[in-house]
């Protein structure tokens, strides 16, 4: 394609003598013109090169189905008993040592917040302490998956996204791409392994319920398929505007997520990431189709100074 490109531009050039300037490099149009071919030729192979979006299909994203798992997380109805949490430990074989978790680990995949409010909650709860659960928000576009190298995450269609720690070479780049801070490096594993909430895909698969869900007495976890557990909250808001702030946390956050969230509080002062809609893997993917033209033309700006270096000793020897 080079040599082609080349030929075309020499074409259209007339013949012209060497243009010569005291003290600097001297260079013939004719071949300042094969250089600008190359430069033309590196941004026409840009387009040969594969986007981040093209490349994602496959990195463990399956296509969504049309209404995949979720789970309901109703604030109000949490009275921070920490069930939810020992049960997810129980399920996934954790080492709970008899105390409920405080933190996202590689032994404990889900954990109950206490947050201290600076001013009571408005609502008719009113409490100056809310308990939150957290754990993976299981995104409709999670940035883990996109931004995984070896597929060690992956998005099932149903919902859940899950690890395979046979992939997983330890890299962390999930860590640092999720902006809900969920997966938890193993520092005590020589494999160095990420864990997460996996939704309990496998009880899922069983037709069972998630365990956390299972053992909450509270009735502050519901599962379901998340088009009926989105139409529940808003039914929810709507029959108790006074209970409930007007937002359902997970809905368009990041592109939507499966974990959704009800509060009397505003989600911000819970410590909540205030996101735009757009999914992340979209925002890195817009960046990364610039890497390929960037790449390539600084490619051709090396090739072309590594020409007119040598260029320049032939005349110094010469001289």
């Known amino acids: 394609m080079t040599s082609r ?11 012209t003598p060497t243009v010569a300037v005291a003290g600097a490099v001297t260079l013939s ?19 040969l090169v594969p986007t981040a979006a093209q ?28 069930q ?35 001013e009571a909650a408005t ?21 883990c998956v996109s931004a995984c190298t070896v597929g060690a995450l992956h998005k099932r269609a149903d919902g859940p996204v ?9 890299c962390r780049y999930c860590q640092y791409a999720c902006p809900f801070g969920v997966p938890a490096f193993d520092w005590d594993n020589p494999l160095g392994l990420i864990h997460k909430c996996q939704m309990c895909a496998s009880r899922l698969d069983s ?30 808001i709507a029959s108790n505007p006074g209970r409930y702030v007007d937002h359902v946390y997970g809905e368009h956050e990041a592109g939507g997520t499966s974990v959704l969230y009800l509060s009397d509080v505003p989600f911000a002062r819970l410590g909540f990431p205030v996101l735009d809609t757009r999914p992340i893997p979209a925002e890195a993917e817009a960046m990364m189709r610039r890497t390929p033209m960037v790449a390539l033309g600084m490619a ?4 072309t100074l590594y020409y007119i270096t040598r260029l320049r000793r032939r005349e110094l020897a010469v001289a």
């Open 123 to 143: 609502g008719p709860v009113g409490a100056e302490t809310v308990t939150v659960k957290r754990q993976c928000m299981h995104c409709l576009h999670p940035a």
């Open 5 to 15: 490109v080349e030929d075309l531009v020499m074409d259209c050039a007339p013949a």
């Open 207 to 236: 037709g069972l319920l998630p365990a956390c869900v299972g053992a909450c007495p509270n009735g502050a976890l519901r599962a379901g398929s998340r088009t009926a557990l989105l139409a529940q909250a808003h039914g929810q």
């Open 300 to 303: 051709t700006l090396a090739t």
């Open 55 to 82: 490349a994602s299909e496959a990195t463990g994203t399956e296509s969504a189905a049309a209404d995949p798992n979720g789970i309901l997380i109703d604030l109000t109805r949490c009275s921070g008993c920490q």
């Open 29 to 47: 149009r004719r071949e300042l013109l094969r250089g600008a071919a190359g430069g033309v030729t590196a941004l026409m192979l840009t387009s």
């Open 84 to 118: 939810c949490a020992l049960a997810c430990q129980a399920s996934n074989g954790c080492q709970a040592n008899g105390a409920a978790p405080t933190g996202l680990s590689a032994d404990s995949y889900s954990y109950v917040q206490s947050i201290a409010l600076e």
């Open 162 to 170: 899950v690890y395979d720690a046979s992939k997983c070479i330890g």
